[in-house]
Structures are given as C-alpha cells and as structure tokens.
C-alpha cells in the first residue's frame, strides 16, 4: 500500500511540475512569436535604408556629374574671354 501511496504522490508531483511548465511553454512561444514579428521589421526598415542610400547615391554621382558639366562650362567661358 505504501508503494502505490508514494507512487501516486510521485505523479501528482510530476503532474504539478507538468502545470507549471505549460504555462511557460506558451508564453515562451508567443515571446518567440514577437521576436521573429520584431526581427522581421528590422529586416524591412534595414532593406529600406539601404534603398534610401542607393538612391543618395545615384543622386550625389548626377550631382557630381552636373558639377564637373558646369565647371567644364564655366573654364570655356572663361577661356573665350
């Protein structure tokens, strides 16, 4: 009798551990969740940045480009007077 008493307080000990894990368990998988939401916009704002600096580029190259017309300009002028 004493074995099947300690047996069954065994397993309500182990059901009682299985109870406070379940809890965890899910609120571990909906930090995860919001992780993997967080890393994602992370993802996206980095992919957008990196759009906004290719097109600061291309930008600044046009500028440059405009810059080296008008001085080539500017040196003709200049030689014709």
Same mark, same amino acid.
């Given at each position: 009798?004493?074995?099947?008493?300690n047996?069954?307080?065994?397993?309500?000990?182990?059901?009682?551990?299985?109870?406070?894990?379940?809890?965890?368990?899910?609120e571990?998988?909906?930090? =995860?969740?919001q992780? %993997?939401?967080?890393? $994602?916009?992370?993802?996206? &704002?980095?992919n #957008? @940045?990196?759009?906004i600096? =290719?097109?600061?580029? %291309?930008?600044?190259? $046009?500028?440059?480009?405009? &810059?080296?017309? #008008? @001085?080539?300009?500017?040196?003709?002028?200049?030689?014709?007077?």
């Amino acid at each position: 009798m004493q074995i099947s008493t300690n047996t069954t307080e065994k397993f309500k000990a182990i059901m009682e551990g299985f109870q406070d894990i379940v809890p965890r368990m899910e609120e571990v998988a909906l930090i =995860s969740g919001q992780i %993997s939401q967080n890393i $994602e916009a992370v993802n996206s &704002t980095s992919n #957008q @940045l990196l759009v906004i600096a =290719s097109e600061n580029a %291309s930008v600044a190259d $046009e500028m440059a480009g405009a &810059t080296q017309e #008008q @001085l080539a300009s500017m040196e003709e002028i200049k030689l014709q007077q």
